[in-house]
T-cell receptor, first 107, second 113 residues
Framework: RKEVEQDPGPFNVPEGATVAFNCTYSNSASQSFFWYRQDCRKEPKLLMSVYSSGNEDGRFTAQLNRASQYISLLIRDSKLSDSATYLCVGGGFKTIFGAGTRLFVKA | NAGVTQTPKFQVLKTGQSMTLQCAQDMNHEYMSWYRQDPGMGLRLIHY???????DQGEVPNGYNVSRSTTEDFPLRLLSAAPSQTSVYFCASRQTGDRSPLHFGNGTRLTVT
């Protein structure tokens, strides 16, 4: 089993929709997790950090469920500009990324 | 702020050639790492370092060497380039501590013919 696994996608949603991505992890020692956004052929950029049960930043909500070993990212009121690949990763020395989930937001 | 700087941005090599991808950061981060990303795929960890003089292997270390003589620099060496090493390479750094996120360089796009 890979250390981090994500919904494969792609997700195709209309503008204004709510979309959720899940990410499961196997390394229970990780204390923190991160969601990154990556635009085509660009470097990943930090979207949100998740340390405890979760946090919210505007239209984005990230949640952590340690018992089930998964983290989720919820995007409300999707915008065309949200179209990108979303990557999850756990903290720790071997920072292993999930394969990413591609999101397409359509007008 | 420079952050994480990678050079070169683009490189074309012939099979069997060697080269070094440079990575430098000016944030005094102890942790640095190298990833490769193939088309349509996620980031795969090649090597990482938790401080000067300390390196370790990631998921896909074969064909690559690293060293960490200073806190600022973490070069990645391809000893004998192969077409399978055609990829985009990202260098990243972060502060020590589980809660610190990675900061990425802009990437090096390498083609091996």
């Amino acid at each position: 089993r890979k250390e981090v696994e994500q919904d494969p996608g792609p997700f195709n949603v209309p503008e204004g929709a709510t979309v959720a991505f899940n990410c499961t992890y196997s390394n229970s020692a990780s204390q923190s997790f991160f969601w990154y956004r990556q635009d085509c052929r660009k470097e990943p950029k930090l979207l949100m950090s998740v340390y405890s049960s979760g946090n919210e930043d505007g239209r984005f909500t990230a949640q952590l469920n340690r018992a089930s070993q998964y983290i989720s990212l919820l995007i409300r009121d999707s915008k065309l500009s949200d179209s990108a690949t979303y990557l999850c990763v756990g903290g720790g020395f071997k920072t292993i990324f999930g394969a990413g989930t591609r999101l397409f937001v359509k007008a | 702020n420079a952050g994480v700087t990678q050079t070169p941005k683009f490189q074309v090599l012939k099979t069997g050639q060697s080269m070094t991808l440079q990575c430098a950061q000016d944030m005094n981060h102890e942790y640095m790492s190298w990833y490769r990303q193939d088309p349509g795929m996620g980031l795969r960890l090649i090597h990482y370092s938790v401080g000067a003089g300390i390196t370790d292997q990631g998921e896909v270390p074969n064909g690559y060497n690293v060293s960490r003589s200073t806190t600022e620099d973490f070069p990645l060496r391809l000893l004998s380039a192969a077409p399978s090493q055609t990829s985009v390479y990202f260098c990243a750094s972060r502060q020590t501590g589980d809660r610190s996120p990675l900061h990425f360089g802009n990437g090096t796009r390498l083609t091996v013919t």
